[in-house]
């Protein structure tokens, strides 16, 4: 602005000059008057730094000062000058200094919280001498977080139970009416999905162990989830796909190639029903047997073998009855899909079960997925540089716990940990300057992102925070876990708690709330949550026989195998 000035300014001084010239010269002798000069933006203050484009944290009575070129007419502020957001115009008060070529601004009550403001100044300003500001000018800023708490204090202990129960408010009072499945997410009406069910059955068991629902409950809803499986679900080769039609069992492509089975979301509704079928355990009650004998009948029937692809040496994600292996996408390490090969070597029918040569070769790459490399102090021994998103230490090890569990590549509670402490240790440094992130307020994963969907990570960073990153990973960091899942309840609650526990993402960077809860972000939260206080899930996958038998034929040693 100061620039545009000059030049203004310069072309007014060159005029008189010529004018000047042309009088000597013999034109008429009558003086001028003075030009009236535009008045130019000097400089622009927020609580005396300079205001930038857009700035963040402001307090809720802050000072804006701005000076220009030439005392300004008292007059032509306040029709020139605004604020404005919160849901409103702000009232200011308004103070001149250096004989009103200096206008101070301040709201005349207090801002709202978190909320965007625009400070305006248009060219009907007017200096004293009668020339107008040569241009708009338009600032944006955002106000800070309300520390109050939203909601009463709780015990930690009464809090995590607090956020077992909301969330698992999705998967029952949300669930499915007819198959009793998991919907996608809050807008997906009859689209329910495999792998979000898978979890979503988990988070059942927690429901009876944290006396939500009865086990009677629990049976009865399970036994509906099987029952629809087995009789209206299309399978590809033993394999789910990975959304249905919760009223018809018909396949709802995932993608326009993406019609068949889905071999990784097969593996997290069979890690699922795994679990429920050591849970019903009863010798004596005929339908816990008959719910165990159903289960035992899906899960001996995945083909994981088949998916080898003509017996490669690699699982491949998808199959379509119509493209085939068009896709062609490899499940191979590091990501999140451990489960499906533990599951895959874990098979009761020997003409499913894939040998450990398609472990070694397929997910770990005969070692390729190693690490090793150094972050922020930690060294992560697995994965891409910075561990990637989150989910990939949450989804496998919700049934596998990886408490001294290790293999010929890694140990794996020291990946997890490392994997979330990175996430975390990004998030306090926060090179990209996002607002809000902090050592209470971090996790990047697959989320919701403001008009799409993508994998966040501190490699992908796109300003959006996901608040089952942190939750989920409370058995890896529960220092840090705590004060995040604190942080979201008492600090950001107005803003992200709802009927169905935290929204699925936000981003502070825009004020975006996400609308929507998704099935897969969901299951974490309730379900590491009770690894993290009881072992409940972990304690039941392990207990599976075909699971130990096959985690060893991979070179897997665990004092729970």
């Known amino acids: 602005m100061n620039k545009i000035s000059n030049r203004i300014n310069a072309g007014l001084l060159a005029c008189m000059f010529c004018f000047a010239a042309c009088s000597k010269s ?9 030009p009236v000069l535009p008045v130019a933006l000097k400089s622009i203050y927020l609580n005396n730094v300079s205001f930038t484009n857009t700035t963040y944290n402001i307090n809720g009575t802050p000072l804006i000062k701005v000076q220009f070129s030439q005392p300004v007419l008292q007059s032509s502020v306040s029709a020139s000058v605004t604020l404005t957001g919160g849901g409103g115009t702000v009232q200011l008060t308004t103070g001149f200094l250096n004989n009103d070529s200096v206008v101070t601004f301040q709201p005349a009550a207090s801002l709202k919280y978190l909320a965007r ?4 100044i248009t060219t009907a300003l007017q200096s004293k001498a009668g020339g107008h500001l040569i241009s708009n000018v338009q600032e944006v800023f955002y106000t800070q977080i309300d520390s109050t708490d939203k909601f009463p204090q709780l015990s930690d202990s009464a809090l995590l139970t607090l956020v077992q129960q909301q969330t698992f408010n999705y998967f029952w009072n949300f669930g499915h009416p007819v198959s009793g499945m998991a919907r996608e997410r809050t807008s997906s009406n009859d689209v329910v999905t495999t792998g979000g069910s898978g979890f979503g059955i988990m988070s059942m068991l927690v429901g009876v162990q944290r006396n939500f629902i009865t086990r009677a409950d629990a049976l009865t809803r399970i036994d509906t989830i099987v029952s629809f499986l087995t009789h209206k679900v299309t399978r590809y080769h033993g394999a789910f796909p990975h959304w249905i039609n919760g009223s018809t069992g018909a396949t709802v492509p995932f993608g326009t190639e993406d019609d068949g089975g889905d071999i990784v979301e097969t593996s997290y509704m069979i890690q699922g029903l795994l679990c429920a079928r050591q849970f019903f355990n009863s010798n004596t009650d005929s339908n816990e047997i008959r719910l165990r004998n159903n289960i035992n009948s899906i899960s001996d029937s995945v083909q994981w073998n088949w998916y080898r692809q003509n017996n490669q040496n690699v699982l491949t994600w998808n199959w379509s009855p119509q493209y085939n292996w068009s896709i062609n996408v490899q499940v191979s390490g590091w990501d999140e899909a451990l489960i499906t090969y533990v599951l895959a070597a874990s098979s009761n029918t020997p003409s499913n079960r894939i040998p450990k040569i398609v472990y070694d070769n397929g997910w770990a790459g005969n070692g390729a997925m190693k690490n090793g490399k150094t972050f922020f102090g930690v060294n992560l021994p697995l994965g891409p540089d910075y561990g990637g998103p989150l989910f990939f230490a949450h989804y496998s ?7 001294n569990l290790s293999d010929a590549y890694a140990d794996y509670w020291t990946q997890d940990t490392a994997h979330a402490t990175i996430n975390y240790l990004y998030c306090v440094n926060n090179p990209n300057h996002n607002f809000g992130y902090s050592n209470v307020c971090w996790g990047l994963t697959a989320s919701d992102i403001q008009g799409g969907y993508t994998a966040s990570s501190p490699t992908n960073d796109v300003g959006v925070i996901a608040p089952t990153a942190a939750i989920a990973s409370l058995p890896y960091t529960p220092v840090q876990s705590m004060n995040a899942l604190r942080f979201f309840y008492y600090k950001l609650g107005d803003r992200i708690w709802g009927p169905y526990g935290f929204i699925d993402a936000f981003n ?9 809860c998704l099935a897969i972000d969901q299951g974490p939260e309730i379900v590491m949550i009770e690894n993290y206080r009881s072992g409940l899930l972990w304690n039941l996958f392990m207990s599976c026989p075909e699971v130990k038998t096959g985690m060893k034929n991979l070179g897997f040693t665990s004092p729970n195998l």
Not at 26 to 34: A, D, I, M
Not at 508 to 516: A, G, H, P, R, Y
């Open 397 to 403: 090890f919700l049934g596998i716990n990886p408490q």
């Open 26 to 34: 013999g034109g008429s002798t009558t003086t001028p008057p003075p």
């Open 117 to 120: 403001y625009t400070f305006a």
């Open 508 to 516: 502070l960077n825009n004020l975006w709330f996400d609308s929507d």
